[in-house]
């Protein structure tokens, strides 16, 4: 079964100070592993999309790497408008559903 | 700015009631899914559809729940009856496959509709 987790649970950081959320990962076969944000009271939204191991991808402040058990996404100077939900999701091979973690919540403190 | 839209944003009914949730797409994207968000199971795929068909609704209570595509931008998703477990935020999605990879679909989320079963 397809399982994705999130670590940690809740993050809490000063504004400026650079960390990163775990993403680990079993499927049987990745098609993609998806990073969402997500607001209080509002609907995920798209961050990045990675197929293979090795690739990184870059947004602003976030930078989401892959390997072939798991996700990092890290996020640099952080802002308080930063603070929000990550969510981490996979596709496998066949199908086109994908498979949340549980997330993690972020808040960057001024 | 295209956008997935979902209605009512809101909905509080008594358990036994019918409750229709509905989506309209993204233009073009020929993929829809629901889900389900609730602090407990996080976000849970209940159904979703291509191009209009159901592929899978292995999430679904299949008693209560029931969800279709009367055309490409319609998606409908009915509990009946509705029970106070069914209370959540029910989210809507479409997705086309990237054009960068092996098929993987990129999924962009409505605002969703919380649900409030009493």
């Known amino acids: 079964e397809d399982q994705v987790t999130q670590s940690p649970e809740a993050l809490r950081l000063q504004e400026g100070e650079s960390s990163s959320l775990n993403c680990s990962y079993t499927?049987?076969?990745?098609?993609?592993l998806f990073w969402y944000r997500q607001d209080p009271g509002k609907g995920p939204e798209f961050l990045f999309t990675?197929?293979?191991a090795g690739e990184e991808k870059e947004k602003e402040r976030l930078k989401a790497t892959l390997t072939k058990k798991e996700s990092f996404l890290h996020i640099t100077a952080p802002k308080p408008e930063d603070s929000a939900t990550y969510l981490c999701?996979?596709?496998?091979?066949?199908?086109?559903?994908?498979?949340f973690g549980t997330g993690t919540r972020l808040l960057v403190s001024p | 700015d295209a956008r997935v839209t979902q209605t009512p944003r809101h909905k509080v009914t008594e358990m036994g009631q019918e409750v229709t949730m509905r989506c309209q797409p993204i233009?073009?994207?020929?993929?829809v899914f629901w889900y389900r968000q609730t602090m407990m199971q996080g976000l849970e795929l209940l159904a979703y559809?291509?191009?209009?068909?159901?592929?899978?609704d292995s999430g679904m209570p299949k008693d209560r729940f029931s969800a279709e595509m009367p055309d490409a931008t319609l998606a409908t998703l009915k509990i009946q009856p509705s029970e106070p477990r069914d209370s959540a935020v029910y989210f809507c999605?479409?997705?086309?496959?990237?054009?960068?990879?092996?098929?993987?679909?990129?999924?962009?989320f409505g605002p969703g509709t919380r649900l409030t079963v009493t």
């Open positions: 999605a479409s997705g086309f496959p990237s054009m960068f990879s092996n098929g993987g679909y990129e999924q962009y």
């Open positions: 499927v049987s076969g990745l098609r993609g």
């Open positions: 990675l197929y293979s």
């Open positions: 999701a996979v596709q496998a091979r066949g199908f086109q559903k994908l498979v």
């Open positions: 233009l073009g994207h020929n993929t």
């Open positions: 559809f291509r191009n209009r068909a159901p592929l899978d």
